[in-house]
């Protein structure tokens, strides 16, 4: 059973302090190299054990877990193992939706995902087989299959990453217990001023903000309108995806509220201005729906983003082209 990492604390003083011309460049440097130095740890406990023919990472959402896979399937690459790399959110399967009573759609759920596809193909890719995985368009948001040139072979030596919300469910993971290493990934920290700005959820909630604004085409109030659901999904696997995983990764970075914190504020007002203007599209996340609504609850979606905004406001900000190409924070700022 894993453990959380021992949580980051960061305050607005700190933030401050950190913001210098020479200090500024450090403070990043510090913050990614704590991060980095988790991955090589994975590295280096694969590298002990040939035995092991995949890593299956877990979390929820906007916890980082593609780059982190991408990072680990370089690291293991350099290494001398190659690495192939799969998303359960390739095989997302929209048909069968269930919804909660505000009629949001639960695409969290482990029933939306074509888990016996997934399971087949993770199953024959491990087993040496040549796979072509599907891939779920997030902007028309249907999935789709690949060109044969994207096929998945796995060299004898080679590790299969496996990443997702559902990652250490026994649906996707259960037949290769003795044979994989199991990854729980979530950013578990606090931002605080006079009193506590942010905890673990709502470092994920800004950086999903951002992330959708700039890749799923939905604007700051449908992720705040929509996330109740995902709170209340991922509550239902939060505790047994950590005690199925060997080991926890906190992927907050102590210099992120810095970028993330502003482009969110920005996301939000935008949005306001929207709806000043009567202009606020509706909630993309709600379209397939049953309600017939255009959000689920958008009063108190804006008392959310009203609540939030007093919040950012107490961030300094820092230009986004500081951060390195490398961070896991470009899966949610890069466009």
């Excluded at 999935?143 to 004898?156: C, M, V, Y």
């Amino acid at each position: 059973m894993a453990l959380l990492e021992e949580k980051i604390n960061v305050t607005i003083e700190e933030l401050e302090e950190n913001l210098g011309e020479k200090k500024l460049p450090e403070f990043i440097r510090r913050s990614e190299e704590g991060f980095i130095s988790k991955i090589d740890r994975i590295v280096d406990i694969m590298n002990e054990d040939r035995g092991r023919k995949a890593i299956f990472v877990a979390g929820p959402t906007s916890s980082g877990k593609t780059t982190f896979t991408m990072r680990l399937s370089q690291g293991l690459a350099k290494s001398g193992r190659s690495a192939a790399f799969i998303s359960l959110d390739d095989y997302y399967y929209l048909n069968d939706l269930t919804f909660d009573r505000e009629g949001r759609p639960d695409f969290e759920t482990i029933d939306a995902i074509d888990v016996e596809r997934a399971h087949k193909d993770i199953h024959d890719i491990i087993e040496g087989k040549t796979v072509i995985p599907p891939f779920f368009d997030f902007q028309d948001r249907v999935q789709k299959e690949r060109d044969a040139s994207e096929a998945i072979t796995l060299p004898d030596d080679g590790v299969l990453v496996v990443e997702g919300l559902h990652g250490l469910n026994k649906r996707i993971s259960g037949d290769f217990d003795n044979e994989i290493l199991k990854v729980f990934i979530m950013p578990y920290g606090n931002v605080f001023s006079d009193r506590k700005l942010m905890d673990s959820q709502e470092i994920r909630l800004l950086r999903r903000i951002v992330r959708d604004k700039r890749h799923r085409a939905a604007h700051a109030i449908c992720t705040i309108d929509y996330w109740p659901m995902i709170a209340n999904s991922e509550d239902k696997y939060y505790t047994d995806y950590l005690s199925a995983a060997d080991y926890h990764v906190n992927s907050f970075l102590p210099y992120e509220s810095l970028i993330i914190a502003p482009l969110a504020l920005a996301d939000i007002r935008e949005a306001y201005a929207q709806v000043e203007k009567g202009v606020l599209p509706p909630n993309i996340f709600m379209d397939k729906s049953e309600s017939g609504k255009d959000f689920a609850d958008l009063s108190a979606a804006l008392a959310w983003a009203d609540k939030l905004v007093r919040h950012l406001k107490k961030i300094p900000s820092v230009d986004p082209s500081r951060v390195p190409a490398e961070s896991i924070l470009n899966e949610f700022i890069s466009m």
